[in-house]
């Protein structure tokens, strides 16, 4: 396929963002005032940050099994940072302003009677550095064989999914904003032979008291700031490569080649005097197992920058073997 374009040359382009601040002067009374109350408001979000103070419950870890007070075992397995697309009933994938943390679990009925177990199971929160809470919500939940599909099951006693033995993956996904670290996760409700409220899970290095094992592995280096070295942030402009596939939304793109010419092969139209066309050859694929209509892999924000930082736009789609528009499949 190729994406058409109207630059004289191509390069790379970065974007710096600033912050303006402002300042305001104070008497003495009203600085005391603010100062006391900026203690206070900290004080507060220090709480809230270190969270769940009111609610009683202990540190646990990556790969153990408890049983909740529930009677359901539950098992976080492994966690990690995307930019993937998950194929679950929300069909949730990153954006420009936002990357994933997938989160793989395993639960099996330990009560004598059947349970329940679907994709609003709302056992896991995750907590970021500044307090922020990610809950699960509805449609977060996926198993593989669902294939995005709304499950909802009647777990036998002794019954599990996610287990590695079923070969049937459980994970529950979250979005999150491009700069946000995760330090905790908490699992409610609690065990019950410890009779306690929640279970917390403190990321390694966030924490003295944190577990070792319980390590979010990191953005692939394409997307990862390093600058951060846990891998946890990613750029707001990842670094692609000709010939590797990088994903973006629910599809992934590989750049072949990028030529010019001046034949007229944008329906027949030459390009304008002092312009020339730039064909970037593109190979796409869609992520997940739903079929997605292939217009969505050509949206307005596919550009091409040149050396004068002017953005151009695609003007065609069309197939790499012939000048056809590219039909939806």
Not at 3 to 8: E, G, L
Not at 59 to 69: D, H, P, Q
Not at 163 to 178: M, R
């Amino acid at each position: 396929m190729r994406f058409v374009r109207i630059p004289t040359r191509t390069t790379v382009s970065f974007v710096t963002v600033g912050l303006i601040l402002s300042m305001s002067l104070l008497s003495p009374n009203e600085a005391h005032a603010q100062k006391a109350k900026k203690k206070s408001a900290k004080k507060q979000a220090k709480n809230e940050t270190k969270g769940q103070s009111q609610l009683s419950g202990g540190l646990v870890k990556f790969g153990e099994i408890y049983t909740l007070s529930d009677k359901m075992n539950y098992q976080i397995l492994r966690a990690k940072y995307s930019v993937e697309p998950v194929l679950c009933y929300s069909r949730i994938c990153a954006t420009s302003k936002t990357k994933l943390v997938v989160v793989d679990i395993a639960v099996k009925n330990a009560s004598p009677s059947e349970m329940s177990f679907g994709g609003d199971s709302n056992y896991l929160t995750l907590v970021d550095e500044s307090g922020t809470q990610y809950p699960t919500g509805s449609g977060q939940v996926s198993l593989q064989s669902t294939k995005g599909e709304s499950f909802y099951v009647n777990l036998k006693p002794g019954q599990g999914l996610g287990q590695a033995a079923l070969n049937n993956p459980l994970q529950v996904v979250f979005e999150v904003p491009l700069a946000t670290k995760i330090t905790k996760m908490f699992i409610t409700p609690g065990r019950a032979s410890k009779n306690e409220s929640v279970m917390r899970l403190l990321m390694a290095g966030s924490d003295p008291a944190a577990d070792p094992h319980n390590v979010i592995a990191p953005l692939p280096p394409e997307v990862a700031d390093p600058a951060d070295k846990s891998g946890a942030t990613a750029m707001t402009q990842g670094h692609g490569k000709l010939n590797t596939w990088c994903a973006a939304g629910i599809f992934a793109y590989k750049l072949q080649s990028v030529t010019t010419t001046s034949d007229a092969i944008a329906d027949g139209q030459a390009p304008e005097p002092g312009h020339k066309f730039a064909i970037a050859t593109v190979v796409i694929k869609r992520l997940g197992q739903q079929p997605e209509s292939i217009w969505g892999a050509q949206g307005d924000d596919v550009i091409i920058v040149d050396t004068d930082g002017e953005k151009n736009s695609r003007i065609k789609m069309m197939k790499a073997s012939s000048t056809d528009a590219v039909r939806d499949a």
